[in-house]
């Protein structure tokens, strides 16, 4: 296994996240695009390795949250011919007096407010050519992007210098699939994209993606499918596993009188057990909530976390296994194909999303699955 010297090891499937890139546009959105979300380092599995498989599997569309984001992304890309590099765009927008850097880097804005357009057209006028921008429009979730009037305003008014290549709003309910809200904001970026004819129209994330072609329009911005989690609230997940997290057992103890396992003695064995300490903890994104709720698989077979998770270690309780089939150096997955990123977010009583940007920096990434 590849990893550090302890063998704990983040493994990230690049096939898998062609295998999803592909399930979703060739799939599930034929008449769309994608424009893949590699924001927070591609969701904590590294933006770079992550975006150049899926530029090698056709992807020609980015986005990310930050102008650092954007810039560092670019810098993958250095060595690929100019025409065939990708279109990067920044989600937060053009913050005030970054506009040269993100020309610098062929970052593309997503313009949120009247003033990120009005500064974005005065560095167009300044460098004498025209650039291009999204726009995000706000249909109903209050965070980011024009409102409806500013947007029709915007498009009375173009201003000189800045060409809009994307119309997008962003759906706040998706992962609900009955919810009325989704349908209301779909009227309702229906009548904006409307205002930008010549502009493609990008609205679904993974959950929109997944509510059916009206929602697709030229682009849509799957991040979490991508990486393996259930987009949804409920329902089978349609997408491969990415993320495997592993780990070998450092310690084992044979119990045999009654005690106490870890932090505030959280846990009490009474009878003769077994126990194995292995080397992660929340330093790691193992979240602490998964004290006495997480599940790990050794062989396949499900052993429960005891006692507090620490910093820096966990213990399992491997009682049911054969003293043969679990010793110390034996490899524990936390994350993968068994114990999947869905089931570890319900047992930390959150979402895939935030188990998946968690991941510590300790973690070794390797990438598997494709030649790199
Ligand atoms: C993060 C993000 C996405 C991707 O969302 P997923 O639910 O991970 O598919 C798409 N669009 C915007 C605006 C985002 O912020």
């Known amino acids: 296994m590849a990893g550090d010297r302890t063998g704990t090891a983040l493994l990230v499937d690049l096939a898998a996240i062609v295998a999803n890139y592909n399930l979703i546009c060739a799939g599930l959105a034929p008449g769309a695009k994608c424009m893949a979300v590699v924001k927070a380092d591609a969701y904590g599995l590294g933006a770079g390795p992550v975006a150049q498989a899926l530029w090698r599997a056709g992807c020609r569309q980015f986005a990310v949250a930050t102008i650092d984001e954007g810039m560092s992304l670019r810098a993958a890309f250095e060595d690929v011919p100019l025409e065939a590099t990708p279109e990067i765009f920044v989600l937060h927008g053009l ?34 050519r025209p650039l291009g921008a999204g726009v995000h429009i ?24 800045v060409t809009v290549q994307v119309v997008m709003s962003h759906l706040a309910c998706a992962d609900e699939v009955g919810h009325a809200k989704n349908a209301e904001q779909l009227v309702a970026f229906r009548a904006v994209r409307g205002l930008f004819p010549a502009a493609r129209a990008s609205f679904a994330n993974s959950a929109g993606t997944l509510l059916g072609p009206d929602y697709h329009f030229e682009l849509v911005r799957p991040g979490i499918a991508l990486y393996g989690g259930n987009p949804l609230v409920s329902g089978v997940n349609k997408f491969r596993q990415v993320a495997q997290l592993k780990a070998k057992i450092v310690q084992l103890h044979r119990v045999d009188t009654p005690r106490s396992v870890g932090y505030g003695a959280a846990h009490s064995i009474t009878g003769p057990a077994r126990i194995a300490t292995v080397p992660v903890g929340y330093a790691d994104g193992y979240l602490r909530s998964l004290s006495r709720r997480g599940i790990a698989s050794i062989n396949g077979v499900r052993v429960p976390v005891v006692g507090r998770v620490s910093m ?28 999947t990123l869905d089931e570890v977010a319900a047992s930390a009583g959150t979402i895939p999303y935030e188990i998946l940007t968690r991941l510590g920096p300790r973690l070794r990434r390797s990438y598997i699955g494709e030649a790199a």
Do not use: H, K
């Open 138 to 161: 706000d249909t109903g979730m209050t965070r980011l992007g024009l409102s409806p009037a500013e947007a029709r305003d915007l498009a009375e008014r173009p201003p000189r210098g």
């Open 312 to 339: 820096d270690l966990i213990t399992l309780d491997v009682s049911r296994l054969a003293e043969r089939d679990c010793a110390v150096g034996t490899e524990v997955e936390l994350l993968g194909n068994t114990v």
């Open 95 to 128: 913050y005030p007096g970054t506009a040269e850097d993100f020309a610098a880097a062929w970052l593309t804005p997503m313009l949120n407010t009247p003033a990120q357009v009005g500064e974005w057209a005065r560095f167009a006028e300044s460098v004498g």
